[in-house]
């Protein structure tokens, strides 16, 4: 499903400025966007909240993926 994979993407890309602010004291979001408080990084970053509750579900899911 085409939302599953937005989330994912999403989710990788927090993951990834989670793990720069981590390693490099350094975050993506606030630099690319005016800082932590700018609107639209508070966007992004709840865009991106919501995508990880929405990969819990992907935990949960039944569907079998055909692979091609």
């Not at 793990?19 to 966007?43: E, M, N, P, T, Y």
């Not at 970053?45 to 995508?51: D, E, F, P």
Request: glycine fraction near 8%.
């Amino acid at each position: 499903m085409i939302a599953d994979r937005i989330a994912l993407i999403l989710a990788i890309i927090g993951a990834a400025n989670w793990g720069s602010v981590g390693l490099f004291k350094f975050d993506i979001v606030a630099w690319l966007f005016g800082g932590q408080d700018a609107l639209l990084s508070r966007v992004i970053y709840t865009v991106v909240a919501l995508a990880g509750v929405w990969c819990i579900s992907l935990l949960f899911s039944k569907r079998i993926h055909a692979h091609h």
